[in-house]
């Protein structure tokens, strides 16, 4: 048999496709959020993330605690399988984020929606929402814009993404030879 194409990307993305029922939503998620920089201004003990396409939001739900004060901006980069894909800089100010323009220290328990863009929406390669086993990472560069030191990181915080496929594509093992071949009595 002779398959349509040779680009093992787009076979999996059509396996993918014709596996996933007509029904199912695509979802991107994350659950976890981990400091990326020594003495980070910005931690959380609780982070839920999902994001959902169909009706360009985020949605988060955090418990966070923050030493940062003052205005800052977003620097946020998206990463696949190591190699960067988006990259873009977000104003809390100008996005209407609650407790984070200007941002204050202390604890942080307000869950809310980001409001996502259909073109950032389409940055997204639609494999993103179905390929098993998703190796993404969301990296996020909190910097002042105001003060002695404005471009300066305070914070970094990173979250894996998953999409909740998993799956094991593979070659068989290969087979056992018999133990009582003439050729192991040599």
């Known amino acids: ?10 076979l999996l ?3 993918a496709a014709t596996v996933l029922p007509a029904s199912a939503e695509y979802v991107l998620r994350s659950s976890s959020l981990a400091a990326c920089q020594e003495n980070s201004g910005f931690t959380a ?9 169909n009706n360009l939001t985020a949605s988060i739900n955090m ?7 003052g205005h800052v901006i977003f620097d946020i980069s998206i990463y696949a399988y190591g190699y960067p894909i988006i990259r873009t800089k977000l104003d809390p100010c100008t996005s209407n984020l609650p407790g984070l323009c200007p941002m204050t ?3 942080m328990d ?3 929606n980001l409001p996502v863009t259909k073109d950032a929406i389409s940055q ?5 929402y179905t390929f098993p086993d998703l190796d993404a990472t969301v990296r996020v560069y909190i910097n002042r814009t105001d003060g002695n030191n404005p471009g300066e990181s305070i ?11 998993t799956g094991t594509f593979g070659l068989a093992p290969p087979p056992q030879r018999p133990l009582n071949n003439s050729a192991d009595r040599e």
């Open 45 to 53: 003990s609780l982070f839920d993330v999902v994001f959902t396409p």
């Open 13 to 15: 993305s059509s396996l």
């Open 1 to 10: 048999m002779r398959l349509p194409s040779r680009n093992p990307l787009v």
């Open 105 to 107: 220290s202390g604890k």
């Open 63 to 69: 418990l966070a605690t923050s030493s940062i004060e």
């Open 124 to 128: 997204i390669p639609g494999i993103a």
């Open 155 to 165: 914070a970094c915080v990173e979250a894996e993404i998953s999409n909740g496929m």
């Open 110 to 112: 307000n869950p809310f």
